[in-house]
């Protein structure tokens, strides 16, 4: 059974560092893409930032490209998101999500497995 | 970046069929994904590709295209369908993923 953990959620000030961190297992996870994407409370789901299998293509969403990283550990099936010079408006639900086909460029965007998502809050 | 629209809300009797649409330029080159998501729940996928469900979603999701719109139609509502649905897809670069404003089915 396909599982996704989130962690790393938290409280932090406006300007800080925060890393989020999701394990995985089930799969061969080595062999997918993986995503981040994150909710506001009430709101709607945004994309923040996907990897290929093998981190050959990475992409952002633009609010937040230049200050979150992803990357991933194939060896210990972890996919991570850090997170720098974090504002109020990142204050959301963060989803790790596992992309449907092998191999595949984080481009397909079809995610047939949601972890149950770790919260970052970003306030003074 | 492109964008998808998706009415805020539908509704529907029990037992009737509804279609839930989402527009947007990059769907005229690329296919739509359906998910679901209830409240206090992670989304689940119900509808990807030109119309492929995963193991265990009911055949009475289906999915279609037609020009720069998607469509997820439910045949046969059902109470437990009652959810938030949300279309994603990429956007018109094809760089991006992006997802609708989602729509609130009510089933009455």
């Known amino acids: 059974e396909v599982h996704l953990l989130e962690s790393g959620g938290g409280l932090v000030q406006p300007g800080r560092s925060l890393r989020l961190s999701c394990a995985a297992s089930g799969f061969s996870f080595d062999e997918y893409a993986m995503h981040w994407v994150r909710q506001v409370s009430g709101k709607g789901l945004e994309w923040v930032s996907g990897?290929?299998?093998?981190?050959?293509?990475?992409g952002y969403a633009d609010s937040v490209q230049g200050r979150f990283t992803i990357s991933r550990d194939n060896a210990k099936s972890a996919l991570y998101l850090q997170m720098n010079n974090l504002r109020p408006e990142d204050t959301a639900l963060y989803y790790c999500a596992k992309s449907l086909s092998e191999y595949g460029d984080y481009r397909g965007g079809i995610f047939d497995y949601w972890g149950l998502g770790t919260l970052v809050t970003v306030s003074s | 970046s492109s964008e998808l629209t998706q009415e805020p809300a539908v509704s529907v009797a029990f037992g009737q069929t509804v279609s839930i649409s989402c527009q947007g330029d990059s769907l005229r080159f690329y296919y739509a994904s359906w998910y679901q998501q209830k409240p206090g729940q992670a989304p689940v996928l119900v509808v990807y590709?030109?119309?492929n469900r995963p193991s265990g979603i009911p055949d009475r999701f289906s999915g279609s295209r037609s020009g720069n719109t998607a469509s997820l139609t439910v045949t046969g509502a059902q109470a437990e369908d009652e959810a938030d649905y949300y279309c994603n897809s990429r956007d018109s670069s094809g760089d991006h993923v992006i997802f609708g404003g989602g729509t609130r089915l009510t089933v009455l």
């Open positions: 990897i290929s299998w093998n981190s050959g293509t990475i």
């Open positions: 590709g030109k119309n």
